[in-house]
């Protein structure tokens, strides 16, 4: 490798489903331009020059740290085939550090399965809530189950009695009915071990008896696969069995899976069995249950649905089963409800990390529920599976039976002091009750949305970084009768790279965008509880002092804004001001602040030199006109003495 050549520098630091983010340089000219070319299966599909400003580059004397980059992938990419992207030096032809990357999205794979899957080959078990349900949520695959030699048993565990609408039978009479025909289904299906609880018909409940009873036979038989109606059923019993497995498996500690049926409600589903070759014994079995025809045709709903179903599959099969099928493991220490999140994220947004880090979000709120609910709400519907929630009550109300309610789904701390505290000094005792390696603040009128944790958290796992953060957009509200509507478009934030020079003169980071190690509060401390407003401000210019957070391309919250608190901006930005006028100054008065301003003028030429002599490609970053100067002027200028002002005036009309 000659000289030149270990001069290029770069590195792949992140990718997702829209764009790759790196930088690239070279050492022996770094403020040279110089061009990378973007391959895919060794074919030339773009190039890019790498010219965004980075202040970590700037910061490790890569001249002036304009050597970032952000490609975003073409819709071609994104075709659903697998494609290996190589970022390569034109000079050299060497690859970055990182490259290549692997890129294969179709985002309807997130929300369904485009395969059949082979359940046979356990023992199982099916709990049935009425004689029939065997047969119209999982009847073929029961019937796929025994003809491959497997072991299969089967509960009945109501009557059925009341669903004789036509008075012609006794309660006796219709329930032995009912019982003959499920023997006669069962026997289509070529199951001979079944059981009839006979619970009366609309009465089943969750009670210690049938908890302890379901949770003996469940230790007694073994089963390694449980088929049950979902929690999303409308009938009462259908919910009620669900249930009663969720409860029984927690208290025997079985380990099995548990596959969810549809009977009367579609869901979405993670599993596909074909049932075609067994269709016929499907129809049959629905058939048995001559006394249910002509009320309600369940047998041709359910077959329609698995018609349906085959729709991801129509090459390999025509009729299927769906189902949810989750791990005994995953219902443990969990309630019921916890399903719908479950279910909700069945296989989008999976999180390929083992043993994913604990992230605490610090949630501060004060007399604001309804508005607490919508930021909880958001919590639970994040798609990483180890977040718990720090929430300080500062305000007076009673948030006891809505902390109990969100805590069926995401770990709760409840802070609940006796006196208002004051926005920095509620976020302390959130931060010092957090127990995550990773923090993230999301006060109560703010919402974060679903892939925000798992975005930022994994970046930080898989890349050693210590801060990072992401996008967001804007909301103004009006409040109504109803609650709360837009006034009108959001506005989207456009995420600006860390820079600590702006970062001194404004915030550009919203607090609940950012995430980051709670390990840092050793070395920038807490929030500043003398400060009313701009605490999150003074916390970031902290944190940049210490690490340079990296920004993850992406809009991934939303800043939502209610009502004008009429705080006095002015003078608590003036506050944090005067905090760090170090920074500009030092024991040598101004040569520190000429100095900065003297490189910010010669910044600007070195931009505006650049521009005109390189043409700027659509869709390539353009450096915006440097305003730092006239930034520093406008925050500064109350503390700085008048000749500073009258020489940043004049270098500002040399630009």
């Known amino acids: 490798m000659s000289k030149s050549e270990k001069d290029l520098i770069g590195k792949i630091e992140y990718s997702d489903s829209n764009i790759v983010k790196g930088w690239a340089l070279n050492l022996a000219h770094p403020d040279e331009p110089l061009t990378l070319s973007v391959l895919d299966e060794g074919a030339k599909i773009d190039e890019l020059k790498p010219s965004m400003f980075r202040w970590d580059l700037k910061e490790k004397g890569y001249g002036r740290g304009y050597h970032g980059f952000i490609f975003q992938l073409p819709p071609e990419l994104l075709d659903g085939n697998p494609h290996e992207l190589q970022f390569v030096f034109d000079q050299s032809g ?17 929300f369904t399965p485009f395969d059949v899957s082979d359940l046979t080959g356990s023992k199982v078990l099916v709990l049935a809530p009425h ?34 609408t036509s008075g012609k039978y006794s309660k006796d009479e219709y ?18 071990d079944i059981e009839f609880w006979r619970e009366p018909y609309r009465e089943l409940s969750v009670n210690e008896k049938n908890i302890d009873r379901l949770a003996a036979l469940l230790s007694e038989y073994n089963p390694g696969l ?23 498996v927690q208290k025997s500690g ?28 499907k129809k049959s079995a629905c058939g048995a249950y001559q006394n249910q025809t002509g009320k309600t045709p369940n047998a041709e709903y359910a077959l329609g649905l698995n018609r349906f179903r085959s729709l991801t599959v ?19 220490k969990s309630p ?57 009550n500062d305000g007076d109300s009673d948030l006891s039976e809505l902390v109990a309610e969100f805590r069926k789904y995401v770990e709760i701390q409840y802070i609940n002091p006796e006196t208002p505290q004051g926005m920095a000094k509620a976020a302390n005792l959130g931060i010092i009750s957090a127990k995550g390696k990773y923090v993230n603040f999301l006060d109560d009128d703010d919402i974060i949305y679903t892939n925000h944790v798992s975005k930022l958290a994994l970046y930080l796992q898989t890349t050693g970084q210590r801060a990072a953060y992401s996008d967001c957009e804007v909301g103004h509200y009006d409040w109504s009768e109803r609650g709360f509507t837009l006034k009108r478009e959001k506005e989207l934030i456009h995420g600006l790279e860390h820079d600590l020079d702006k970062m001194m003169v404004s915030i550009y980071i919203p607090n609940m965008v950012i995430m980051f190690e709670r390990s840092l509060f050793e070395k920038i401390g807490y929030m500043d509880e003398e400060l009313e407003i701009c605490e999150d401000w003074d916390l970031w210019i ?13 809009v991934t919250a939303e800043y939502r804004f209610f009502a004008d608190h009429n705080y006095d901006h002015t003078k608590w930005r003036m506050k944090v001001f005067e905090k760090y006028r170090h920074y500009f100054r030092d024991e040598e008065h101004d040569t520190s602040l000429l100095n900065r301003i003297d490189k910010l003028v010669e910044e600007n030429g070195y931009l505006r030199k650049r521009l005109a002599r390189e043409p700027v490609r659509s869709g390539s970053y353009s450096p915006p006109r440097n305003n730092t100067v006239w930034k520093i002027l406008y925050t500064l200028k109350r503390n700085l003495p008048e000749r500073l002002v009258k020489y940043i005036q004049s270098k500002q009309f040399k630009l």
């Not at 329930?175 to 001979?192: F, M």
């Not at 902290?542 to 992406?554: A, D, K, N, T, Y």
Request: proline fraction near 7%; charge should be negative; hydrophobic fraction near 40%.
């Open 94 to 110: 060497s690859e970055l550090k990182g490259s290549p990357v692997l890129i294969n999205h179709k985002p309807e794979f997130d």
């Open 131 to 164: 004689p029939g349900d065997e047969s119209l949520g999982a009847g073929g695959s029961t019937a796929l189950h025994t003809r491959a030699g497997d072991t299969v048993k089967i509960i009945f565990l109501t009557d059925g009695s009341p669903s004789d």
């Open 254 to 281: 079985i380990i099995c899976k548990i596959a969810f049926t549809e009977i009367d409600t579609a869901m979405r589903i993670n599993t596909l069995v074909d049932i075609t070759p067994v269709i016929e014994k």
């Open 542 to 554: 902290r944190l940049c002092l210490h690490v340079s957070p990296e920004r993850i391309p992406g």
């Open 336 to 392: 019921i409800e916890s399903f719908s999140h479950q279910q909700f994220f069945s296989s989008s947004n999976s999180v390929p990390v083992n043993d994913p880090p604990l992230v605490s979000l610090i949630v501060r709120t004060k007399n604001r529920d309804a508005l607490l609910k919508e930021a909880l709400s958001s919590i639970v519907m994040q798609s990483y599976p180890n977040i718990e929630v720090v929430l300080v």
């Open 314 to 332: 129509s090459g390999k099969s025509e009729y299927a089963e769906g189902f949810f099928i989750i791990d005994c493991s995953d219902i443990l």
């Open 175 to 192: 329930v032995n009915i009912r019982e003959t025909e499920a023997q006669n289904a069962c026997s289509i299906l070529e199951v001979g």
């Open 226 to 248: 449980i088929y049950c109606p979902s929690p999303h059923e409308f009938h009462p019993d259908h919910r009620v069995v669900a249930e009663l497995l969720w409860r029984a």
